[in-house]
C-alpha cells in the first residue's frame, strides 16, 4: 500500500533555532499533504493543507511565518517550526492525498522537544 | 466549533468484550467517515471508513455504524483484545473540502486481559 514517510521522528533542540521536518509519499505522487499537530491527550489539529507548487493554506490561527510549509515537489512537503520556543513542543504528524482514490496516508509523526 | 466530538475520552474493556466508541457530528455534509486507530508516539493508522450513503460497514472484528438523522456514528470492536489498546480518532471530510479530515478528540481503549 501508499507510503508516507516522515523525518525525523524525534527531534530536540534549544530554543530559538529553526527545526525542519519532512513529510514524502514513497510510492505516490501526491498534489495535496497535511501538516497536523497534537498535544497530550488531544486531537490531532489541522495546521495547513500544502499544495504543491503554491502557497499553503493556513488553518485559523496558525502563524504561517511561524510554521513555514513547502511543497517544492509531488513526494515532498517540509515543515519549518521557526525560532522555535518550548510551547512549540508537539508532535507533528502529515498526511498524503492519493488523488484518485480519496484515500489519505499518514506519516509516522515527528516529536519535537524544544529545551 | 467541534464539529466531531468523541465525548468519552477513556474506555475500558475486558478481553474478550465488546469495544463501542462513539462519535457525533454536527456537519450534515460530511461524505465519508472514518477511525484511525494511534499508538503513543507514532501515527495513526487507517482502520475503517464508511459512506454517508450506507449504515453499516464491517471488517472482520470492526464494524463501524452510521446513523446520519442522529449524526452518529460508532465503532464495534468484537471480540476485544489487549492489542486493541490505543487511541481511536474518529474523523471526517466532504468531498468539497479536498480531502481534509475534521478529528474527534479520541478516545482511549484500554482492553485488559
Known amino acids: 500500500g501508499a507510503v508516507v514517510s516522515q523525518h525525523p521522528s524525534r527531534v530536540i533542540c534549544k530554543s530559538g533555532t529553526s527545526v525542519k521536518i519532512e513529510c514524502r509519499s514513497l510510492?505516490?505522487?501526491?498534489?495535496?499533504m497535511f501538516w497536523y499537530r497534537q498535544f497530550p491527550k488531544q486531537s490531532l489539529m489541522l495546521m495547513a493543507t500544502s499544495n504543491e507548487g503554491s502557497k499553503a493554506t493556513y488553518e485559523q490561527g496558525v502563524e504561517k511565518d511561524k510554521f513555514l510549509i513547502n511543497h517544492a515537489s509531488l513526494t515532498l512537503s517540509t515543515l519549518t517550526v521557526t525560532s522555535a520556543h518550548p510551547e512549540d513542543s508537539s508532535f507533528y504528524i502529515c498526511?498524503?492525498?492519493?488523488?484518485?482514490?480519496?484515500?489519505?496516508?499518514f506519516g509516522e509523526g515527528s516529536r519535537l522537544t524544544v529545551l | 466549533d467541534q464539529q466531531v466530538k468523541q465525548n468519552s475520552p477513556s474506555l475500558s474493556v475486558q478481553e474478550g468484550r465488546i469495544s463501542i466508541l462513539n462519535c457525533d457530528y454536527t456537519?450534515?455534509?460530511?461524505?465519508?467517515f472514518l477511525w484511525y486507530k494511534k499508538y503513543p508516539a507514532e501515527g495513526p493508522t487507517f482502520l475503517i471508513s464508511?459512506?454517508?450513503?450506507?449504515d453499516k460497514n464491517e471488517d472482520g472484528r470492526f464494524t463501524v455504524f452510521l446513523n446520519k438523522s442522529a449524526k452518529h456514528l460508532s465503532l464495534h470492536i468484537v471480540p476485544s483484545q489487549p492489542g486493541d489498546s490505543a487511541v481511536y480518532f474518529c474523523?471526517?471530510?466532504?468531498?468539497?473540502?479536498?480531502?481534509?479530515?475534521?478529528f474527534g478528540q479520541g478516545t482511549e481503549l484500554s482492553v485488559k486481559p
Open positions: 464508511i459512506s454517508s450513503i450506507k
Open positions: 498526511s498524503a492525498l492519493l488523488a484518485n482514490t480519496g484515500e489519505l496516508f
Open positions: 510510492d505516490f505522487q501526491a498534489t495535496t
Open positions: 456537519n450534515s455534509m460530511f461524505d465519508y
Open positions: 474523523a471526517a471530510f466532504g468531498k468539497n473540502q479536498g480531502g481534509k479530515l475534521i
